[in-house]
């Protein structure tokens, strides 16, 4: 039996031959699109052109915003759901950067009784995807244990059992394949769509996480439109369980404490950080304030001077 390697003609033909098959799949996208959207500009042209064009992103933003959107027969939607299903990574990418705008409207629109089954079978596709992706295995992390010692401390305590244990703390639960959109599954689906996001949230451009600060302070405030006189603003009630909080926590730390440069994201972060703080406050919620608050000495510590140290390196002050 043979086998290629990379440098090989049939590799090389076989790159080639995907590559050709995901740039036609892109451009079949952008052209149903062209029949969606009033324009689309020429350069588009290309999965990665379609993700960062601000003219594309403003037209579908306002379109998904339009009230009468996201119902069963809306066109925007039916494209965003055939085109999470391409082959082609980058196409789904494309899909994701409006994610905070679908789980947005979608959650402050669930009061209004209205039909919102284009925007369900989106989440419902994110959903069905990371359930096979993780194949029945929960997300966890390796926390450490303390009262081991390590070649950053030593443990206060003798330590019996010099065996060092898994310490394993599960950030988000096993999947179960669901179909339909209930009530008691929505702030699941909605939470893995997010946490989906946020696995991919170093390649999402800067307006689309603005997006999602803007709406986090909706979420929490139930006010839209600020600032807005009382008058004119909507008053938007949003349960906020732990399954729909913590990812979003983890994007709105990524948008506070990440390596970007964006003023206008860090402000948007702040603000919506602040209000969810504040609703856990008023809502009694005690995981919700540990989080929140934690969050927000993170953010002082990341703005204060002194806190800004490289603890690896060795103080030159303190040699011999």
Known sequence: MSSSNPGSPSATATSSSSASSFSSKAHSCIQALSSILSTVPSSVSSSSSLLHDPTVSSQISTLLRD?????????????LYDTFHSPDPELKLVVLRFVPIIAGIYLSRIALRKSLA???????????HETTARDGQPISVNVPDLTQPSIYHEAKSSVKNQATELNLAVISPTLEPHGTMRSSRRARIVG???????????????????EFCEFCDIWATGIQNKPSSSSSSKQTTILLPWELLQPSLRILGHCLLGA??????YEAASM?????????????????????????RLEKMALDPKFNVDHTEIDMSLAL
């Open 260 to 265: 970007h440069k964006s003023k206008k994201l």
């Open 118 to 128: 284009g925007f369900e079978a989106i989440l419902l596709a994110l959903y069905a």
């Open 67 to 79: 009230p009468d959107s996201g119902s069963g027969d809306n066109n925007l939607c039916r494209w």
């Open 192 to 210: 893995v769509a997010l946490e989906l996001y946020y696995s991919k949230i170093s390649q999402m451009p800067v307006s689309s996480k603005v």
């Open 272 to 296: 919506a950080t602040k209000s969810l703080y504040e609703r856990s406050l008023h809502d009694i919620d005690a995981k919700a304030i540990l989080a929140t608050s934690s969050l927000l």
